[in-house]
């Protein structure tokens, strides 16, 4: 077996093993790359299925590309999926001018909670990684919520040889993390390598384009040449730039995403 | 289109303070690792705080991490050198983060344990070489830091290496190496150190590179535990996870402990590149079997002769983890890969203190941290193998209430529990009974086995051919139906044991497995026998030992008043 080949076994055991042990499970999709690639690996791992429903959490504020995508792939692929805005906070006018920290949570951690809340999840799937941020590289595969959706991370279960939490609560709910092992570069990697249908706005045009996609005020774009998955994989190997340099929300306060995932946030 | 690299898993551990993410924080700053702007959001955060530059703040993302300068929870960071790519596992090294250190280890395959030179080895240098030996891990090196606080000392260094070396050969562990360093300057991390022109062996960056990764767990005995079953598109899929061993098309497979047999029909894929006719070790796969038998989860695939062991008693060498202790006779959850089921602690053979290594016998309970040795009894019978022969069917966790609160390897069956006795030779294993004692009991109004002396007999073994409730000739044959392996047993003793296939009939009265004459006297009866048993199928067992095979030709069922008493009242 090769690297890519052991990363996909992992995470096909992970989400086979969250698929068993929760009733109710749905999985995050965020039309991203990651997100996409682990859409990709529930297929295989359920040969050509996907046994649960897709969940986008929709802020109104992605950038349009993104939506056409999601909806040509739920079509194609013949997905459930759950479309979810926190309505009450946009028709307050909810927006990243009342702040991006505030934003985030109120259209995404309060969206994402009230999703978990109507149709009691026990468990939903999530594509982060551990390289991707400092928060997330101490995460758990398995990695419990209380029933606000708060992580305790002082206090994370131990995890040992795929043994993962499936015991807890009624009420609290389980984030599972089938491809948390995953590099920036893995996920390119097999995209590359299962030729893996991507929204285009990762590519560069006019000498710009995505690495890391999100809402659209707070997103920005990187200097980038890179038109196919192979020339990306090439300006990754030299970048000294973090994958999340472009997004605005990380940069408002040294321990921002702690504090946004501590109360929910993906 | 990038080439797939090798990617090796190292854990650091040592004792608090001792320089763990420091050795990792310049690793990654040597490595040219770092994303742009990381040392000066570390500069940043030490002018915020008041205090001096540490490369630990690079790891140590919470902000309580980072305010009470202790690590808190593992984390894990990429570095990679031109042989390959290194996962770098930080453990937490203050005692009641344990249960963090051991997740950050549980899925390492090397470790760098670190003792402060100035400081000497302290409890934790030696609880987290004792965990390291419990997970198996056994390439490891010790860094002795700080170097520069007893003057690149080679005197010292080398009391240091001693003492700790005496502690883990104790415990097994051999480390590979040991290597001076001074992590806050980089001594000996990335080039070699010019303050210790004693020390010959190599810097850290260049020791890790002579890391081998483990190889051969395709070529062990198969293990495939039962994940789930699908039913997709009228198919009937058996998904899971290839632990160790290779499974083919075609392939007879036992499936434990219902010890049912049949063959493997396909491998399933859903992409047509993923087509393939075997898979193996580390693979998760699904496939189907032509037999359509009930399974489920937790049960164990493997090929005839070769099973897992299969009971529901085995000692364990366990860590504890839990709020509370843990204690006997509460009902406790065992799991161990995909099996699940209650347990409960038989006896607790004694706590051992893993620090000074000392023993506590016949302690009543296990508390938080410590490490013990004891018999666990499951609800029912459970598959697994030795920890030494199977990493990982060998080990398991326990789960007290919501929480995974210990986690512990399979040392071996409990000699007088263990239920059945085997053959052995070489690769060819099998369980056999016919050494089991069968008496009828007065006070129940049943036949009740007693089990035998079990024992391991390997080629040379004088049997046991002689017991109270049978007796069978100097010369013999057993065959097993089940694997379908024949043992030859001469002048009392095992000399061979082979495949049903390579034998040929040799007049020799025949027994099965559970001590039943079978009626071959010929070789034409054998033939006949042997052709029956090819298609036998699970319809037609009954019939089948009807025709061939006779209890009592080498038995007597004696009378017993009660299953207490072992002497026999009667005798038919």
């Known amino acids: ?266 | 289109m990038a080439i797939a690299r090798e990617v090796l898993n190292i854990v650091v551990v040592g004792h608090v303070d001792h320089g763990k993410s420091t050795v990792i924080g310049r690793l990654l700053y040597d490595t040219q690792s770092l994303p742009e702007g990381a040392i000066e959001r570390v500069k940043r955060i030490s002018r915020e705080k008041g205090k001096p530059f540490e490369y630990a703040y690079l790891l140590d993302a919470f902000e309580e991490e980072q305010k009470q300068g202790i690590t808190i929870d593992t984390t894990r960071l990429q570095f990679h050198t031109g042989k390959r790519d290194y996962v770098i596992i930080d453990a937490p090294g203050h005692k009641e983060f344990l249960k963090n250190m051991i997740s950050g280890a549980a899925s390492a395959e090397a470790a760098l344990l670190i003792i402060d030179a100035n400081e000497g080895i302290q409890e934790q240098s030696k609880r987290h070489g004792y965990l390291l030996s419990l997970l198996g891990i056994q390439k490891v090196y010790v860094l002795v830091n700080k170097m520069d606080l007893i003057d690149y000392s080679e005197e010292k260094f080398n009391e240091i290496r001693h003492e700790m070396n005496e502690f883990l050969n104790n415990l097994h562990v051999y480390p590979l190496k040991y290597i001076p360093v001074a992590a806050f300057y980089g001594e000996n991390l990335a080039s070699r150190s010019d303050k210790m022109p004693w020390y010959k062996g190599e810097p850290l960056l260049q020791a890790i590179d002579l890391l081998e990764k483990d190889q051969g767990l395709e070529g062990k005995p198969l293990r495939f535990p039962i994940q789930d079953v699908y039913k997709f598109d009228n198919r009937r899929i058996i998904a899971g996870r290839i632990e160790s061993g290779t499974l083919n098309v075609g392939d007879e497979i036992l499936i434990s402990p219902s010890n049912k047999v049949t063959t493997v029909k396909s491998i399933e894929y859903w992409a047509e590149k993923d087509k393939q006719e075997s898979v193996y070790a580390g693979m998760s796969v699904g496939i189907t079997v032509a037999d359509e038998f009930f399974n489920q989860r937790g049960e164990f695939i493997s090929h005839v002769n070769n099973a897992p062991l299969s009971a529901d008693t085995f000692k364990a060498n366990l860590f504890w983890l839990g709020k509370r202790e843990l204690v006997k006779n509460k009902e406790y959850k065992l799991k161990l890969v995909t099996q699940e089921i209650e347990c409960e602690i038989l006896s607790i053979i004694k706590v051992i203190d893993a620090t000074t290594l000392e023993n506590i016998e016949n302690a009543s309970q296990v508390k938080t941290n410590d490490v013990a040795e004891v018999i666990i009894r499951t609800k029912k019978k459970i598959c697994f193998d030795e920890f030494k022969n199977n990493q990982n069917t060998g080990r398991f966790v326990i789960v007290d209430g919501y929480d995974v609160s210990g986690g512990g390897i399979v040392a071996g069956l409990v000699e007088e529990i263990q239920t059945a006795s085997k053959f052995s030779q070489n690769d060819l294993q099998m369980v056999v009974n016919c050494f089991d004692e069968y008496y009828y009991v007065l006070s129940e109004g049943t036949v009740r086995k007693l089990e035998g002396r079990p024992h391991t007999f390997s080629v040379g073994d004088v049997m046991p051919t002689a017991g109270r409730t049978y007796e069978y000739p100097e010369n013999f044959n057993v065959l097993d139906i089940q694997t379908k392996l024949v043992a030859k047993v001469r002048k009392s003793k095992l000399v061979d044991v082979v495949r049903l296939s390579a034998y040929n009939y040799d007049s020799l009265p025949v027994i099965d497995a559970r001590g039943s004459f079978i009626r071959v006297e010929s070789e034409e009866d054998f033939t006949q026998f042997r052709d029956e048993l090819q298609r036998l199928d699970s319809t037609k067992v009954t019939a089948f030992a009807n025709k061939w095979l006779e209890f009592t030709k080498f038995r007597v069922i004696r009378y017993l008043r009660d299953i207490k008493s072992p002497e026999q009242d009667y005798q038919i």
Not at chain 1, 11 to 30: C, D, H, N, P, Q
Not at chain 1, 58 to 78: C, G, L, S
Not at chain 1, 214 to 227: L, R
Request: charged share 30%.
């Open chain 1, 1 to 266: 077996m090769d690297h890519l080949d052991r990363l996909e076994a992992q995470s096909i055991y992970i989400l086979r093993e969250a698929y068993k042990k929760f009733g109710k499970l749905g999985m995050l999709w965020s039309i991203g790359k990651d997100s996409t690639v682990m859409l990709w690996l529930a297929k295989k791992a359920f040969f050509g299925h996907c046994p649960f429903p897709l969940i986008h959490v929709d802020t109104t504020y992605k950038i349009p590309e993104m939506i056409t995508f999601r909806d040509r792939v739920a079509k194609e692929y013949n997905l459930e999926l759950i479309v979810h805005k926190n309505e009450e906070a946009l028709h307050e006018g909810m927006g990243p001018q009342k702040g991006r920290l505030v934003c985030c949570k109120a259209l995404k951690t309060d969206g994402l909670q009230q999703v978990v809340t109507k149709y009691e999840f026990e468990g939903l799937i999530l594509g982060i990684r551990r390289d991707e941020e400092g928060s997330r590289s101490k995460e758990r595969v398995f990695s419990e919520r209380n029933k606000d959706s708060e992580w305790d991370y002082t206090n994370q279960p131990p995890e040992l040889w795929d043994q993962f939490k499936t015991d807890f609560p009624k009420g609290n709910h389980i984030r599972v993390h089938p491809i948390l092992h995953w590099n920036e570069i893995d996920i390119w990697s097999y995209i590359a390598r299962e030729n893996i249908p991507l929204v285009d706005l990762y590519f560069a045009k006019n000498g710009k384009r995505y690495r890391s996609l999100g809402c659209a005020p707070c997103t920005g774009q990187i200097d980038s040449n890179a038109t196919t998955v192979a020339e990306i994989i090439e300006e990754l190997k030299t970048t000294k730039v973090s994958e999340r340099a472009g997004r605005a929300q990380d940069q408002e306060d040294s321990y921002a995403m702690q504090k946004l995932r501590k109360d929910g946030y993906m």
